[in-house]
């Protein structure tokens, strides 16, 4: 965990070597969130979309991962996704609930008294004006109809009826971006709202005013598609856009074992933003030695999102809950920060030890792990300097799935040091340890990589001459005392299964060709999952198409993913320890499969509000 914990220094470090922002806090996000190329594009306002039916997508799709990122931090030491807790739910209650009533009747006995434009000597309005209001009223029906039209689709059942669907909604859309455009030359749009601009300039009062229906109307049109779910408000903006598309705003990095150490210390002996449970986990990585990575930092922008009208001085704030004092990230607090920049990893190498085998790497009864990420199961090998290196998992389905997450309980972990783990069979005489000082007696049984990457069991730390009663055969939990950072054996970590039923492997060699020229198709990202176990396996294709891995006797589903290509989801099955080829074929399509590690977030502090 402590090489992780440097990377996430180094990247702050560079951060706020560039930014002199005294609100600025970075923060760690400690369980780690990856991200595919499709699940941030689509969050990118329609107008950045050059794809009609990326539009219709992401209106449907992008939810989830916006109320995610727009995920309020409620804690000075990390920041994790928390749905509950979302920037635009706060924002709008904030709108709803301050003090100022009847904006809209003020703002409009404002701009009566002082515009000759919009209001003629009697008080009516003019005819520019009439224009505006008709030619809005227009838009607003399409608007309104586009939301009817998104609320057919949970009812659509074929694929026809989807097509259909989605040709009615382009239709739609087309006579939305009509009915702005006579709006705009018909209705005097600009004209009228450049001097609804000039007028609310005049007083603090007005500028107030204008910000807050602003922000108040940015949300009523938003509701009229569905506020919850297929709203506007659910956009954003990236800078640098593009990051998805090509390497824009990415570098590269190479951090050696030194600086990997001296950052570590450095995060420890400073402990800004970094809890402290996690900088107490000190996993022995002495087979890592050094971590590459292209870096980002993707900055959020949001079109309905303006503070500046709870600093002025009309604002009012009566509510129980205060929104911010200015210093304290709690949740006692409504508004005491908010999400605007996302520290973003990919291109993930491990680069491991010389010694460290592919045996060491592909065995399938362990996981690996780099802090929070899971690596796959494959040694690679640098051809131009030798170098051996493990990839991370980029799938995010593989990641989030129930194999991984019944696989990743079943590790050695800190919690599982609350339990002792029974031997195979009584020992007479325990056994004085001497392999490594470094594995806390409380970690029964856990696996522990030397520099020559050998494997071996531990034993129990236990006087010579005391005698070792047999062991019982269910587990009990015992009372660990820890008065040392948390160690844990290291980044090949054993999946505790029963002794009982330890499975038998095969030796299965995949091939991955092109379907119309069979051409070896190389880092073809392979994803193995157990159909009747919780086995899961992250393997690539080499220069020609192949990889082998052992894989215990069972039934598997397999997904193949590349660039260019479509994904191939099949089954197969492992009936016993005789090897087995598998050979497939991938068809051209014009898809891209990237991944992100979001691991820290740069967050703003709000100032005391209300200023008052």
């Not at 991938?586 to 509000?609: H, W």
């Amino acid at each position: 965990m402590k090489y992780f914990v440097a990377v996430y220094q180094k990247l702050r470090n560079i951060y706020t070597s560039q930014s002199s922002m005294e609100n600025d806090l970075p923060m760690i996000c400690p369980s780690l969130r990856v991200y595919e190329n499709e699940e941030l594009e689509l969050l990118k306002p329609p107008s950045l979309l050059n794809d009609d039916q990326k539009k219709a997508l992401s209106i449907i799709k992008k939810q989830n991962v916006a109320y995610e990122l727009n995920s309020v931090p409620i804690s000075p030491n990390f920041w994790d996704l928390n749905p509950n807790n979302a920037l635009f739910d706060i924002y709008r209650d904030i709108l709803d609930k301050n003090s100022l009533k009847n904006l809209e009747e003020s703002l409009d006995k404002v701009v009566a008294n002082q515009s000759a434009i919009l209001f003629d000597a009697k008080g009516a309005d003019t005819k520019e004006l009439k224009a505006y209001k008709k030619y809005r009223d227009t838009h607003e029906t399409t608007v309104n109809n586009v939301a009817t039209h998104l609320e057919l689709f949970d009812g659509l059942d074929t694929d026809d009826e989807k097509t259909n669907w989605n040709d009615q909604l382009i239709n739609l859309n087309n006579l939305k971006a009509l009915a702005f455009s006579e709006w705009k030359v018909k209705g005097s749009k600009d004209l009228i709202e450049k001097e609804l601009s000039r007028v609310n300039k005049n007083s603090d009062a007005d500028l107030y005013l204008a910000m807050a229906q602003n922000a108040k109307n940015t949300f009523e049109a938003a509701e009229k598609t569905d506020v919850i779910n297929n709203s506007s408000i659910h956009d954003i903006n990236f800078i640098p856009y593009d990051f998805m598309e090509n390497e824009s705003g990415w570098n590269n990095m190479r951090l050696e074992k030194n600086e990997l150490e001296n950052l570590h210390t450095e995060a420890k002996n400073s402990n800004e933003n970094l809890p402290s449970e996690i900088l107490s986990i000190d996993y022995d990585e002495s087979v890592i030695l050094a971590v590459e990575f292209d870096y980002s930092f993707v900055h959020l922008k949001r079109n309905w999102f303006n503070k500046n009208f709870m600093l002025s001085q009309m604002f009012e704030w009566k509510e129980p809950k205060k929104i911010s004092d200015g210093q304290t990230i709690s949740s006692d607090f409504k508004l005491s920060a908010f999400p605007k920049t996302m520290i973003l990893i990919k291109n993930l190498k491990i680069v491991l030890d010389p010694s460290i085998t592919n045996d060491t790497v592909n065995n399938p009864n362990q996981l690996i792990y780099f802090g929070p990420l899971i690596m796959k199961q494959q040694l690679f090998v640098n051809k131009t300097n030798n170098q051996k290196f493990l990839k991370a998992v980029t799938n995010v389905r593989t990641i989030k799935s129930d194999q991984l997450n019944t696989l990743t309980r079943k590790t050695a972990n800190p919690d599982a040091a609350k339990f002792t783990i029974p031997d195979p069979a009584p020992k007479p005489v325990a056994q004085p340890v001497t392999e490594s000082p470094k594995v806390n007696p409380v970690f029964n049984n856990r696996i522990n990589v030397g520099m020559m990457g050998g494997v071996r069991t531990m034993r129990p730390v236990t006087p010579v001459a005391t005698p070792v009663q047999p062991q019982p055969t269910l587990v009990k939990p015992v009372t660990p005392i820890i008065a040392t950072p948390i160690r844990t054996p290291g980044i090949f970590v054993p999946i505790r299964l029963p002794i009982q039923v330890q499975p038998t492997a095969a030796n299965v060699q995949f091939k991955v060709f092109d379907k119309i020229n069979n051409d070896p198709i190389y880092k073809c990202a392979i994803s193995i999952k157990g159909t009747n176990n919780s086995r899961i396996f992250e393997i690539e294709t080499n220069e020609i198409g192949m990889i082998s891995q052992m894989i215990p006797v069972g039934e598997y589903s397999i997904e193949l993913r590349v660039d260019d290509y479509a994904v191939l989801n099949q089954n197969f099955s492992v009936t016993n320890t005789n090897p087995v080829n598998l050979e497939y074929r991938l068809q051209r399509e014009e898809v891209k499969f990237k991944s992100f590690f979001l691991i820290g977030m740069i967050c703003e502090r709000m100032p005391r509000i209300p200023m008052n």
